[in-house]
C-alpha cells in the first residue's frame, strides 16, 4: 500500500457552502476594492450613473418605478410567505414552510442593515435621484430583498413541481425580476453599480448557505414528494390449453 492509499481523505466541502464561501469572498473583494478608493464610484460605475442620467425618458422612468417598488415595503414579505404557503402540502406544512421563510428573509435583512451600517457609503447625488431612497448605499437593499425572495419562491416551486420546463421557466422569471430590480436602483440613479453587486452577492451566499442548512437537516422545511412507483404487470393465469 503506498503512502497516498494510506493518508486519510480529506472530507469533501458541501456544494452548497462552497457556493456561500464563494459568494462571500466576492463580497469581501467587492467591499475591499470600494474602500481602497475611499468609497466613491469607481469608473464604470460613474458611467453607468451618467448613462441612466442621461438616458431616462418619462415613460422608462415610471416602468423603473413601479418595478423597483416590487422589491421593497410589504412585497417581499408577502412574496416569502407565498412561498411558504405553495411549499406545503397541507396546513400545517405550510404555516411552517411560511415561517421558515419569513425567518430567512428576516435574517438576511438583519445582516444587510448590518453591513450597510457598518460601511455608510455615500448615494449618489440626491439631484440625481427618479425614486426615494433611505439609508446608506452599501450594499442595495432592494438587490438584497428581492433575490432572497426570488430564491425563496424559486425553492417552492421545485418543491411542489415536477415537470422539467415548469421548473426551468419559473426559475429564469424569478432571476430574471430580480436582475431587473437591481438595475432599476442604478437606472434611478439611487445606487451604484457596486452596490447592487454586493447585494446580489450577499444574496447569493445566505441563499447557499440556507440551502447547505436544508440538506443536512438543520433546517426542517417540506420535502417534494417521493415519485410513485412504477405499476408493475398482474401476473398471468397459467395457460390451461
Known amino acids: 500500500m503506498t503512502p497516498s492509499e494510506t ?3 480529506r472530507p469533501r466541502v458541501p456544494g452548497p457552502l462552497r457556493a456561500a464561501a464563494l459568494c462571500a469572498l466576492l463580497l469581501t473583494a467587492t467591499a475591499t476594492l470600494l474602500a481602497a478608493h475611499g468609497w466613491a464610484p469607481l469608473g464604470p460605475e460613474q458611467a453607468a450613473h451618467t448613462w441612466a442620467v442621461t438616458h431616462r425618458p418619462d415613460a422608462a422612468g415610471t416602468a423603473a418605478r ?3 417598488a416590487t422589491g421593497s415595503g410589504p412585497v417581499p414579505y408577502a412574496l416569502a410567505l407565498l412561498a411558504g404557503v405553495l411549499a406545503g402540502r397541507n396546513t400545517r406544512e405550510r404555516l411552517h414552510a411560511a415561517a421558515v421563510a419569513l425567518t430567512v428573509l428576516l435574517l ?3 445582516v444587510r442593515y448590518g453591513l450597510m451600517e457598518l460601511v455608510t457609503r455615500p448615494r449618489p447625488s440626491a439631484a440625481d435621484w427618479t425614486a426615494r431612497a433611505t439609508g446608506h448605499s452599501f450594499p442595495s437593499g432592494h438587490s438584497t430583498t428581492s ?3 426570488a430564491g425563496l419562491l424559486a425553492w417552492a416551486v421545485l418543491t411542489r413541481t415536477r415537470r422539467a420546463p415548469a421548473r426551468r421557466l419559473a426559475c429564469v422569471l424569478l432571476a430574471l425580476w430580480a436582475a431587473s430590480v437591481g438595475a432599476t436602483r442604478v437606472y434611478l440613479g439611487v445606487h ?3 452596490d447592487v453587486l454586493a447585494g446580489w452577492l450577499l444574496a447569493a451566499a445566505w441563499l447557499s448557505l440556507t440551502l447547505h442548512l ?4 438543520r433546517l426542517p422545511v417540506p420535502r417534494a414528494p417521493a415519485s410513485p412507483p412504477a405499476p408493475t404487470a398482474a401476473p398471468q393465469p397459467p395457460n390451461s390449453s
Not at 214 to 217: K, L, P, Q, S
Open 192 to 194: 451604484w453599480p457596486g
Open 108 to 110: 438576511g435583512q438583519a
Open 7 to 9: 493518508r486519510p481523505r
Open 66 to 68: 413601479v418595478l423597483t
Open 214 to 217: 436544508v440538506r443536512t437537516g
Open 147 to 149: 433575490l432572497l425572495v
